[in-house]
């Protein structure tokens, strides 16, 4: 599976982004896909992800700001966040696991990762 991560850019605090992750060869099928993100000099770290059967987890973090989406169809997730604060600045990166489901934030659970997108919020 080919993952192609796209909309981040720079924004202001208090704007919003929205992610989108597509499959460019291959397909999510019945997989879970997350969002992960690192900053500079600081670990990857667990931002949400969402389960074949729609189930979505978030990191405490970006709790009641971003929302995980998905379409099967087109074969996209989305990555919607509100609200922003500098310190979400970081490169996000999307993940695809071989599992349909998936029950915490473990990077190791997740098999094909995307390139990464840049999202930069100044204050």
């Known amino acids: 599976v080919q993952l192609q991560a796209s909309g981040g850019g720079l924004v202001q605090a208090g704007y919003s982004l929205r992610l989108s992750c597509a499959a460019s060869?291959?397909?999510?099928?019945?997989?879970?896909v997350g969002w992960f993100r690192q900053a500079p000099g600081q670990e990857r770290e667990f931002v949400s992800h969402?389960?074949?059967?729609?189930?979505?987890n978030y990191a405490d973090s970006v709790k009641g700001r971003f929302t995980i989406s998905r379409d099967n169809a087109k074969n996209t997730v989305y990555l919607q966040m509100n609200s922003l604060k500098p310190e979400d600045t970081a490169v996000y990166y999307c993940?695809?696991?071989?599992?349909?489901?998936?029950?915490?934030?473990?990077?190791?659970?997740?098999?094909?990762w995307g390139q990464g997108t840049q999202v930069t919020v100044s204050s």
């Open positions: 969402i389960n074949w059967g729609g189930t979505t």
């Open positions: 060869e291959g397909t999510f099928g019945a997989r879970a």
């Open positions: 993940a695809v696991s071989k599992m349909a489901y998936v029950f915490g934030p473990r990077a190791v659970d997740y098999d094909y």
